[in-house]
């Protein structure tokens, strides 16, 4: 891929090929990807979170099988592709607005009908969705005498638009899967299909019968399919790099996996192209859309957060998601919260995932998200005081806010909250506060004596924390299990200041009783 030199217009919430392609704007080329799709096989379903450019990679596939043969000029697929066969393409959408009713749906779904079989130029006589449909298929292929091409967007939008609202959602689901399992009977008139979405429903409860759906999202040569690499970065957008922290970039921003460690990771174009804009620093994915389910189901269910840094699965809890069976691993990784960062194959068949945060955006605007679900106030005065105190490395005024902290968490909030309950939930305030800052935090840091609960490197200091419940083991043990074990030596050598701090908890007083510190 060539470096370009000109700085070009930024695509910018932009979702059509075409117009990106003629309106002077930035394009990184995906059509390596869609040329290794359409000729390795045909029924396809692919996820990934919001704002990935899903849409665009639909709207790439309707114009490369209608052949618009100028608007791929100077692209990989331009002389691979047959510009003389046209194919014509039926695209559904589920991204405008908020249907609540099977009924809405119903209405939504009759209304693309129409609208496709009036720009196919075909007359449907069918009244049912899934009847009307399959006509409209069949006859489109007859009409134009060449099979059909079938592109899904957002196929799942109107279930999780109301996940929490199980009754409503099931009925929704019905509705889809009434229109989906068309596809299954359809094969002689279709070319290709395509569906995609943020979350990945059970084939038995969304594609009964479509067992011919290839589900790409975790397959290593599609992992760069949406989102842009390191390279497209260094290359595409070079123009835009200058002036902007290149490491910065990569830390705040990168790391999302659909494969193992040596995947290669990408960006989510909505935040490359806003920090482009913007030539700020800020948590745009985050701030676009977090649904406020995801941080009250994560609080229901009482999540130790620093086990968000480093979440092990099986790979069937990784894919399972359904209205009545949301597994928390399958939310947070489907919906872009956690990432891949290992795979391993310990005996042939069974495959353990290790998820983790994908970038420094993510990890401390949950964590910021997190704090009211663990009873800490999210006013800024005191991420500011422990700023402060951080950026002094006043140790003493680190201890007075953090005891502070667990003095303000109100009796009420004890008696009604189930994740009070939870052992690790006084880690959690800890670590959850310290992540809302977007510091460089690592959770049970493994050294060649074991792992530290919790090592934060900032400002040229390095502050290793080990916890302990008092009324689980005598006081004292925390800050001397540091010291004996070790847990030091690898910082070593690095030329910072290295704080050992033991803190100890009281789970009947609901405070820290200990907060012993040595520094080397």
């Not at 891929?1 to 117009?19: D, E, N, W, Y």
């Not at 009754?167 to 689901?173: E, S, Y």
């Not at 189901?297 to 699965?313: I, K, N, V």
């Amino acid at each position: 891929m060539t470096t370009s030199s000109a700085r070009r217009k930024l695509p910018v919430g932009i979702q059509g090929f075409a117009k990106i392609r003629t309106g002077g704007y930035y394009y990184v080329d995906k059509t390596p990807w869609l040329h290794q799709l359409t000729q390795e096989g045909s029924y396809y379903f692919l996820s990934r979170p919001r704002r990935f450019g899903k849409s665009l990679l639909l709207d790439t596939l309707k114009e490369l099988f209608e052949a618009n043969e100028p608007l791929f000029r100077g692209l990989y697929i331009h002389d691979r592709w047959d510009w003389q066969t046209r194919h014509p393409v039926i695209r559904l959408g589920f991204g405008d607005g908020v249907m609540s009713s099977r009924a809405a749906l119903d209405e939504r779904i009759q209304e693309m009908l129409r609208e496709a079989a009036a720009r196919l130029g075909v007359c449907l006589r069918n009244n049912s969705i899934a009847g009307r449909f399959g006509e409209l298929i069949r006859r489109t292929h007859e009409h134009h005498g060449e099979r059909v091409v079938v592109l899904i967007d957002e196929y799942d939008k109107p279930i999780l638009d109301n996940i929490t609202e199980p009754d409503t959602a099931r009925q929704l689901r019905e509705g889809l899967k009434n229109l989906y399992s068309v596809l299954k009977d359809a094969d002689p008139h279709l070319r290709f299909c395509l569906l995609t979405g943020v979350s990945k429903f059970s084939k038995v409860s969304l594609f009964s019968g479509l067992n011919n759906l290839n589900d790409i999202t975790l397959d290593k040569p599609y992992a760069p399919i949406c989102g842009y690499t390191d390279e497209d970065l260094d290359t595409v957008f070079a123009p835009e790099l200058p002036g902007l922290d290149r490491q910065q970039i990569r830390q705040w921003y990168n790391g999302y996996r659909w494969g193992d460690e040596t995947t290669q990771a990408v960006y989510n174009p909505f935040d490359v192209l806003l920090l482009f804009q913007k030539r700020e620093f800020r948590p745009y994915w985050f701030e676009s859309a977090t649904p406020s389910f995801l941080v009250n189901l994560l609080a229901e269910r009482g999540l130790y957060t620093p086990r968000l840094e480093a979440m092990e699965t099986e790979a069937s809890l990784l894919g399972r998601f359904d209205v009545d069976d949301i597994a928390t691993e399958a939310l947070l990784f489907q919906t872009g919260y956690l990432t891949i960062h290992k795979v391993e194959q310990p005996i042939t068949g069974y495959w353990l995932y290790t998820l983790g945060y994908p970038n420094r955006e993510v990890e401390s605007s949950l964590n910021q998200a997190l704090l009211p679900a663990l009873g800490l106030p999210r006013s800024g005065r005191e991420t500011l005081t422990l700023f402060r105190a951080l950026q002094a490395h006043d140790l003493k005024a680190l201890e007075t806010h953090l005891k502070s902290l667990f003095a303000s968490l109100p009796h009420d909030w004890y008696r009604n909250n189930p994740i009070a309950q939870y052992e690790g939930h006084y880690a959690s305030v800890f670590y959850s506060h310290l992540a809302a800052l977007g510091l460089l935090i690592r959770v049970e840091d493994s050294t060649h004596m074991g792992r530290v609960d919790m090592a934060l490197d900032f400002n040229g200091h390095i502050y290793l924390f080990e916890f302990k419940v008092v009324e689980q083991l005598p006081e004292g043990r925390a800050l001397q299990q540091i010291k004996d074990k070790g847990y030091a030596d690898k910082y070593q050598g690095q030329g910072k200041v290295i704080h050992l701090i033991g803190v100890e908890f009281s789970s009947e007083q609901r405070q820290i009783v200990a907060f012993e510190v040595e520094t080397l």
